[in-house]
């Protein structure tokens, strides 16, 4: 499923975190790893709240054909490196990173509130547990050469 993956933390809140700023991306997280939970993703909702994070894994394209709200997405390699960002996609759209392991949809707006970037890398961390700065350090660093 990928390095970043391997790295979620043994519970079943995780939260998003920049790990470039430290500051939390999403503090509610559902993950979709499963072809039919990839599948439906967030048709039929009536919005994603603010803090709310819809991951797929392994995805690298995105549609919001059928879909009531506007969303912000996020696509990222194995690493968490943030690759390509799409801010408020509205319905009957597509989007694509072809080298991407999988893609964060956030609510509409939240690319900007929590300033993220190309380049920015994102993890994944236990909520609520310890330290986020040391949760963040031990969960995933990338290989220096």
Known sequence: MGRLLDSLPSTDRPIIVDAC???AVASSVELATTRRARRRGLLGRDGLDAGCAFVL??????????????????????DGLVLKVVQRMVGWRAAAEWSAAMAIELW???VQAVDLHVG???????AFRGSLQS?????HAPDSP
């Open 120 to 126: 920015d890398r994102v993890c994944f961390a236990p």
């Open 108 to 110: 509409a707006g939240a």
């Open 135 to 139: 949760s963040i350090s031990h969960l």
């Open 57 to 78: 894994a392994p995805c690298w394209t995105v549609h919001t054909i059928g879909m009531r709200f506007p969303i912000d997405v996020v696509f990222v390699d194995s």
């Open 21 to 23: 700023t430290g500051r």
